[in-house]
C-alpha cells in the first residue's frame, strides 16, 4: 500500500482547521477548565489568545468551538473586520444561536430592544431579522451590557455557559474595543446570589459568559489605547512556534491520517524546514507527501519536498515585506546581521549609525504594525517568523 500524492493530509492555508492538532495541550487544558469552572458559576477571567500570524490563532478558536458545542455549550464565534462591524455581527450571532436552541420567544424585553438598537435586529419564532435599521445615538456599552447579561441569564436558567469567541480583535475600531469589552466586564462580574434549597446557605455564583479573543500581539497595546483595562485583566494565552516534541507527535500523526508513516531521517528534516511554525508546517508537509507515493515517507522524499516549497516559503517571506517603508526594511536587514544573542536595538541602531531614540518608531511599527519583530523580556529583539532573518541575509542588502 502507498499513499496517494493526491490525496494531502496536510493543508496549508490559513483559517482551516487541520485534520490534526499539534501541539497546543496547555492552552487547551486552560480553556476546557475555563468552561467548565464557568459551568460550576465560578468567575473566569477572558482569555487573550495573541499570536502571529499563522500561528494558529484561528484553529484554536474553531476547534474549541466544535469540542464545547459537542458539549451543550452556547458557542458564538465571530471574526472582526476593521471598524465596528463586529457589534453587530454579534447581535445577529447571538440572535442566531437562541433561534437554533427555540428560545427565540425566551430572550427578555432588555435583550430584544438591544438587539434592535444596536444592530435593527429582530427575533421571533419564525426567525431572525436585520431589516430594521439600527437606532443612532445609542450607548453601545449600555446595549451590549443589557443583551449579554439578557442571553447569559438564559444560558445559566437552561445550565450552560455560553462562550463568546471574538477572532482578528486587532481589526475592532478603538471606540467599539472599548464598549465591548466594557460590557464584557460589567456582566461578567454580575453575581447571584441564592439559598441552597436543602441547607439555607447562602451561595454565590456568576453568570456563565466567557470569551476568548484573538488577534496580533498588537492588540494588547490597542486595548491600552482603547483606554480598556481589557488586557490587564485577561488572561493572556500566547501561541508560540511548535516545539519539536509538538511537531515530533503532529507531523507523523498528520501523516497517518494520510496512510502513511515518516521515516525517522525524513522526519527530523521536516520539522528543521518548518521551524516550529504552524503554516509552514502544512506548506512544507504538503510538499514532502507529495514528492512520492510510498507508505514510508523517505529522507530523498523529504529533501525534494523541502526543496519544492523553498520558493512558496520565499514567496510568503516576500509577500510580508512587501509594504514595508525604507528604513523599516533597512532596520530588518540590519537586525538579522546581527547575532541573535546581541540583536537589542542598541546594537541594531549602532549598525546603522542612528541612535535608538530615532528609531524607536521604526522598530515599534515593526513589532506592532507588522508582526515581524518581537521584544523579549531580556530586552533583546527576535524575528517573529522562523527563517526571516536568513531570507533577509540572503536577499541583496538595501544599503
Ligand atoms: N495546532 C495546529 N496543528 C496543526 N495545524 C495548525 C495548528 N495551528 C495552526 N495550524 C495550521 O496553520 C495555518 C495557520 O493557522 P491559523 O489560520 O489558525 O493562524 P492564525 O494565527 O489565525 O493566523 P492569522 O493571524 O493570519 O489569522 C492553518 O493552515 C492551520 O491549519
Ligand atoms: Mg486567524
Not at 471606540?175 to 464584557?184: N, V
Not at 507508505?295 to 517571506?317: H, K, M, Q
Amino acid at each position: 500500500m502507498g499513499r496517494d500524492p493526491d490525496d494531502s493530509p496536510f493543508t496549508p492555508g490559513f483559517g482551516n482547521l487541520p485534520r490534526v492538532i499539534a501541539g497546543r495541550k496547555d492552552e487547551f487544558h486552560d480553556l476546557e477548565r475555563m468552561a467548565e469552572r464557568l459551568a460550576r458559576g465560578i468567575y473566569q477571567q477572558p482569555r487573550l489568545v495573541t499570536g502571529d500570524r499563522g500561528m494558529g490563532k484561528t484553529v484554536v478558536l474553531r476547534a474549541l468551538e466544535r469540542e464545547q458545542i459537542e458539549l451543550g455549550r452556547w458557542v458564538v464565534r465571530s471574526s472582526a473586520t476593521r471598524g465596528d462591524a463586529i457589534v453587530g455581527r454579534l447581535c445577529r450571532d447571538l440572535a442566531a444561536l437562541l433561534y437554533e436552541h427555540d428560545l427565540a420567544g425566551a430572550l427578555k424585553q432588555t435583550g430584544r430592544e438591544a438587539l434592535r438598537r444596536l444592530a435593527g435586529v429582530t427575533i421571533s419564532t419564525r426567525g431572525v431579522r436585520a431589516e430594521v435599521a439600527p437606532v443612532t445615538g445609542v450607548d453601545r456599552a449600555d446595549e451590549l451590557e443589557r443583551l449579554l447579561s439578557s442571553v447569559a441569564e438564559l444560558a445559566d436558567e437552561r445550565e450552560t455557559v455560553l462562550l463568546l469567541l471574538i477572532d482578528e480583535a486587532q481589526n475592532i475600531e478603538l471606540g467599539a474595543l472599548g464598549d465591548l469589552f466594557h460590557a464584557l466586564q460589567e456582566v461578567q462580574g454580575i453575581v447571584i446570589d441564592e439559598r441552597d434549597a436543602d441547607t439555607g446557605a447562602l451561595q454565590r455564583r456568576s453568570l456563565p459568559l466567557g470569551a476568548v479573543v484573538a488577534g496580533l500581539p498588537g492588540l494588547v497595546r490597542r486595548l491600552k489605547d482603547a483606554g480598556s483595562t481589557f488586557g490587564e485583566r485577561s488572561r493572556p494565552v500566547p501561541l508560540r512556534a511548535f516545539t519539536d516534541a509538538d511537531m515530533r507527535e503532529g507531523l507523523p500523526a498528520l501523516a497517518a491520517e494520510g496512510g502513511a508513516v515518516f521515516d525517522a531521517d525524513s522526519l527530523e528534516a521536516t520539522m528543521a524546514a518548518c521551524g516550529g511554525y504552524p503554516y509552514f508546517l502544512h506548506v512544507v508537509g504538503d510538499q514532502v507527501w507529495a514528492a512520492g507515493d510510498g507508505e514510508v515517507i523517505t529522507a530523498t522524499d523529504a529533501r525534494r519536498g523541502i526543496d519544492r516549497s523553498r520558493p512558496l516559503i520565499e514567496e510568503f517571506y516576500a509577500a510580508r515585506l512587501r509594504d514595508l517603508g525604507e528604513l523599516q526594511r533597512r532596520y530588518l536587514h540590519a537586525a538579522a546581521r546581527i547575532d541573535a544573542r546581541e540583536r537589542t536595538p542598541g546594537t541594531i541602531a549602532a549598525a546603522l549609525e542612528r541612535t535608538s531614540a530615532k528609531l524607536a518608531s521604526t522598530q515599534q511599527k515593526l513589532i506592532h504594525d507588522h508582526g515581524l519583530l518581537r521584544s523579549r523580556s531580556d530586552g533583546r529583539l527576535e524575528f517573529a517568523l522562523p527563517g526571516l532573518d536568513d531570507h533577509l541575509r540572503e536577499l541583496a542588502d538595501p544599503g
